[in-house]
């Protein structure tokens, strides 16, 4: 099967990017370089397509009660504007995807979800709101999406839109007046992947290519998928698929802070994830240091100091900001406290490692 591509294809092309398949897309993963993409975006700011990802919208007289259904966190808490980050779980706990709810109203959401998990999303919204008195509508191919990041980005948008960027908090947006292209408004929300300031900007895909093409004239960095990995890792963010799945739950990950367990009415999967709080999780993803130069990979077994397998890697790069090599696991529970000794299976060898704070580096957001 073909993969798709976004809005922006034929512009990663012409700027040489190194292309391959993700998430059913064809991608760019880097233009000049990892490093030189990554370093700007830490300094900086740099560019991301991330029109592959999925955008539903539900709607309806029971919006809001529904979409606490089906969320972790909670939406009632938010005002009209505010960004709220938690997963879909399923009824054993497991993650169904992890996810960003935007409150246009307590009638209407934006659910944004991870482009490898968004048709399985879609259906999974759908099914769950029988009963409610709410419309799910699927504008995954609607929108485009671009991602701008670093201690720069408010710097680099200043004057590309009719909105004062500066008095816009973390984790809050706007939909800007009167500016729908074909029924797609513009939305633009201070959220990110990076651990770095930045917006996110969701328009028509037209309106995407004109807004990418002028940030490439005003020399804003290009960035591809890898950086972006790189980056979100050192920040200590979650990649589904990766410290998230169908079988690793919210507590296990370590994300116990966006699980509301006694918010009115209950979510998909709160009894489940209750009571693995109230007994501990028999795993915790947690972060290591590894001795030496090698470095860990997705899958690499984990073992303790008698060569027991106690776990795996599910992230692990020599970092480009830290200059350490560092790894997130998920281990047994009795190996997560931090100055735990352990071992890392690379190729051949035993590389010692120590259990360390999984967010390594300290992310620089606009409060």
């Known amino acids: 099967m073909e993969n798709k591509k976004t809005c922006l294809y034929d512009a990663h092309v012409a700027l040489g990017a190194q292309m391959a398949p993700f998430a059913g897309y064809d991608m760019p993963i880097e233009y000049k370089g990892l490093d030189a993409e990554h370093t700007a975006v830490r300094t900086h700011a740099g560019v ?24 972790t966190n909670d939406a009632a808490a938010l005002e009209d504007g505010g960004v709220a980050y938690g997963m879909m779980c399923r009824p054993d706990g497991g993650t169904v995807d992890d996810l960003l709810v ?13 482009a490898s998990n968004a ?17 799910v509508i699927d504008r995954c191919k609607d929108y485009g999406q671009l991602a701008v990041q670093g201690p720069d980005a408010e ?14 908090k973390f984790y809050n947006f706007t939909v800007l007046p009167d500016s729908s292209d074909n029924g797609v408004p513009v939305v633009i929300s201070r959220t990110g992947y990076t651990g770095e300031d930045g917006f996110e900007i969701y328009a028509s895909e037209g309106m995407i290519v004109d807004l990418w093409n002028r940030l490439m004239a005003d020399g804003v960095s290009p960035c591809g998928l890898g950086c972006r ?7 200590g963010l979650p990649l589904y698929g990766d410290e998230l799945a169908e079988d690793i739950t919210p507590i296990e990950a370590g994300l ?13 999967g709160r009894d489940a994830l209750a009571e693995q709080k109230a007994t ?29 397998v106690v776990g795996y890697i599910t992230t692990g790069y020599n970092s480009l900001t830290l200059g350490r ?17 352990l071992q890392v299976r690379v190729r051949r060898r035993l590389i010692p490692a120590t259990v360390i704070k999984k967010r390594f580096y300290t992310p620089n957001y606009k409060k």
């Open 102 to 114: 935007y409150r246009v109203s307590a009638e209407k959401f934006l659910l944004v979800v991870n």
């Open 325 to 341: 090599n560092i790894a997130m696991a998920l281990v047994d529970a009795r190996y997560a406290p931090l100055g735990s000794h």
């Open 256 to 268: 116990g802070m966006f699980v509301k367990l006694d918010k009115p009415g209950g979510f998909i």
């Open 229 to 235: 990995d790189t980056l979100r890792f050192e920040a």
């Open 155 to 168: 710097k680099v948008l200043e004057g590309y839109f009719d909105t004062d960027l500066s008095a816009m």
């Open 119 to 135: 048709e399985k999303d879609v259906d999974w919204v759908r099914t769950n709101a029988a009963g409610y008195d709410v419309e």
């Open 280 to 308: 501990g999780p028999l795993r915790k993803l947690v972060g290591l240091e590894l001795d030496g130069a090698a470095t860990a990979r997705h899958g690499f077994e984990v073992l303790d100091m008698d060569g027991a």
């Open 48 to 71: 991301f397509d991330v029109s592959h990802m999925g955008e539903i919208v539900v709607k309806g007289p029971d919006a809001l009660a529904f979409v606490n259904h089906i969320f």
